[in-house]
């Protein structure tokens, strides 16, 4: 019921700000989503989703990359000598926002095949890296010392703890951290997209959508777009969190 | 979500459906786009990363003003079609300025310098001096910008025929979002009599024919925007280098923008009273966004090119190749639209 009148009230509040004449009515709006869910812009000529499908496939190629990474280093972040090793690199890296690589990302990969789209795939894989990494590091540093001592006591070597005391601790935080990683994937292909030229993307939807101007709704449904997947994201993987039974209900 | 009693109440396995159906219209909508022929896809680029797009291969052709086809033509490549060929003495680059920012007195000093600056460039025997001029203004060899200034007509009113023309081309293709009437324009001829404002082109040109050496009274300060090394713009430069910016205005306050799109902003903010910019986005703006500006002269005509790999000869071969656009809605955007339509294909 908290959520209907949730939904109420952002109706109303979108409605205040139709009549102050800031936006446009929020059923003009829903017209316009559903009109360029199936038939697309006549200025770009295509429709929402062909633009979410180009964003999602980046983000997941982004973030994919960037797992792979962050997960297992993460993990070996429990050995204190790689945790000296790398942490203080990645403690300076970490604060610089995925933007900032974007310069960088052009001079990287200015001799791939698509430039811009391997820049956008690593502004992704910055954003998608830090938070994962931190999440499955935090778990695996975190693992109880009672569980390590346990296993000492039972005879298990340094290898053995890992595989199978500080690995499934840190189950948790890697779902958490591909969660979050996913989350702040798709908030930097959407700006990547706005600020460099890839032909398709929501984010590049939404900026030719100003440039051309008088477009307010299709740049509001742009955004609705950036909401529902990223809402849709989210909530696949709290389903897949849940499905494990040391879930923690207060991330929810 | 669990219920009281431990089971699902259907809400989680609702959002699985509705990502599992969003999947699969995803995919898809991919399968349609890729099985689709006679498709050309049209890529937004700056004139300078367009350049850089097609030495390294990944764009096939590309659309901009000059000086860029120029200097892709130095580096090698080949002009497919000069925009005079597509749509002969078409309008691009305009003088505007913001309604209400600007009042007589500026416009006319500003029309004045303006229209002895595009003489002065027309004028055959200033010649070197205009190509030296053309040289510094967009940083570019005296042989890239003497190619570049052949492609240009400068002019001093557009063509207002023409200026039409390219408003039909912008409703057909439901590119503007406002009709004229919706802006309170009782026809189409209302609004362009308003938003092409030539009395007072008309006022300083009779001036002048009746005495060469006339100039306006001085107009005090004025902020004037422009587009970065575009050499529709050389008057301008050329204004302000023969000092007749200086004879009508006590201050003159130059603003660079990266693109028009940009300078409209500069006016939706009240940054600057007057610009250089195509006149393309300011029809655009001026009616999709409402944005109070108002035409007073023509800065030039044509001045565009198509530039294209040596396998491109016609405009069919152009099927399933990447060409680059500077925007859309641009007067670019307008001639590789009509190139495409010339060779039966579709911008994807």
């Known amino acids: 019921m908290n959520k209907l009148y949730s939904l109420f009230l952002f109706v109303f509040l979108w409605y205040l700000l139709y009549f102050l004449r800031v936006l446009p009515a929020p059923h003009t709006t829903a017209l316009t989503f559903l009109e360029l869910l199936i038939m697309g812009d006549p200025v770009l000529g295509r429709n929402l989703l062909e633009h979410s499908a180009s964003s999602l496939l980046r983000v997941l190629a982004g973030a994919g990359i960037a797992f792979m990474i962050s997960v297992p280093l993460g993990i070996l972040m429990w050995y204190e000598r790689f945790y000296h090793l790398f942490h203080p690199i990645l403690e300076v890296l970490r604060p610089i926002p995925p933007l900032a690589w974007i310069p960088l990302a052009y001079i990287f990969f200015a001799s791939f095949p698509s430039p811009t789209v391997f820049a956008q795939i690593f502004i992704v894989f910055v954003g998608a890296f830090f938070p994962s990494f931190v999440s499955v590091s935090d778990y695996a540093r975190n693992t109880p010392p009672e569980y390590i001592e346990l296993a000492r006591v039972f005879g298990a070597e340094r290898n053995q703890i890992l595989r199978y005391v500080v690995i499934p601790y840190s189950i948790p935080g890697i779902i958490t951290g591909v969660r979050v990683g996913l989350g702040v994937g798709w908030m930097s292909i959407i700006a990547a997209e706005m600020i460099a030229t890839s032909g398709s993307g929501i984010g590049y939807f939404i900026m030719v959508m100003y440039e051309v101007g008088g477009r307010t709704p299709e740049i509001l449904s742009g955004m609705a777009m950036i909401g529902l997947i990223g809402y849709g994201m989210n909530a696949l993987l709290l389903r897949i969190e849940r499905r494990f039974p040391w879930h923690l209900r207060s991330e929810e | ?348």
């Open chain 2, 1 to 348: 979500m669990l219920s009281k009693n431990g089971k699902h109440d259907g809400s989680i396995f609702r959002i699985e459906f509705l990502i599992v159906i969003s999947a699969i219209l995803i995919l898809a909508v991919i399968f349609m786009g890729c099985s689709s022929e006679k498709t050309v896809n049209v890529v937004k680029l700056s004139p300078p990363d367009m350049i850089e797009q097609i030495k390294l291969g990944k764009i096939d052709a590309f659309v901009a003003w000059e000086p860029f086809p120029s200097k892709a033509v130095r580096d090698g490549f080949r002009v497919f079609m000069k925009s005079g060929e597509i749509w002969p003495n078409h309008p691009c680059c305009v003088v505007a300025y913001r309604t209400g920012k600007a009042d007589d007195e500026m416009l006319k000093a500003l029309v004045w310098a303006h229209v002895k600056a595009t003489r002065f460039i027309k004028n055959h025997e200033n010649r070197d001096k205009v190509v030296e001029y053309a040289s510094q203004f967009t940083g570019l060899d005296r042989e890239t910008v003497s190619i570049a200034l052949e492609n240009i007509r400068y002019v001093e009113y557009p063509d207002e025929k023409e200026f039409r023309h390219y408003y039909e081309f912008l409703k057909e293709s439901k590119i503007l979002k406002r009709s004229v009437s919706e802006m309170g324009y009782e026809s189409e001829d209302a609004f362009f009599g308003d938003f092409l404002r030539k009395d007072i082109y008309r006022e300083v040109v009779e001036k002048l024919s009746e005495n060469p050496d006339y100039i306006p009274e001085k107009a005090g300060s004025i902020k004037l925007g422009y587009i970065t090394a575009d050499l529709h713009h050389l008057a301008l430069y050329v204004a302000m280098k023969e000092g007749y910016l200086d004879e009508v205005f006590d201050n003159v306050e130059l603003r660079q923008f990266p693109n028009g799109v940009a300078i409209m902003e500069a006016f939706r903010l009240g940054e600057i009273d007057a610009a250089y910019l195509g006149g393309a986005p300011a029809t655009l703006k001026r009616i999709n966004d409402g944005i109070e500006i108002r035409i007073v002269a023509g800065v030039n005509n044509e001045g565009s090119a198509i530039i294209a790999k040596d396998d491109i000869v016609k405009p069919d071969d152009l099927a399933g190749k990447t060409v680059a656009i500077p925007g859309f809605g641009t007067v670019q955007d307008f001639l590789m639209r009509k190139v495409l339509a010339e060779g039966g294909l579709k911008q994807r």
